[in-house]
């Protein structure tokens, strides 16, 4: 039981990095495109 919560936990981690990391990268990029209008 606590090796499959554990291996769960593992799996919802990576599943939230995959969809989270593209999200991340946009935000930065239109942050840098924000900064470079104003500047």
């Known amino acids: 039981m606590r090796c499959k919560f554990r291996e769960i936990i593992g799996f919802i981690q990576t599943g939230i990095g995959i969809i989270i990391h593209p999200v ?16």
């Open 24 to 39: 991340i990268n946009k935000i930065i990029k239109f942050r840098h495109q924000i900064v470079q209008r104003t500047a």
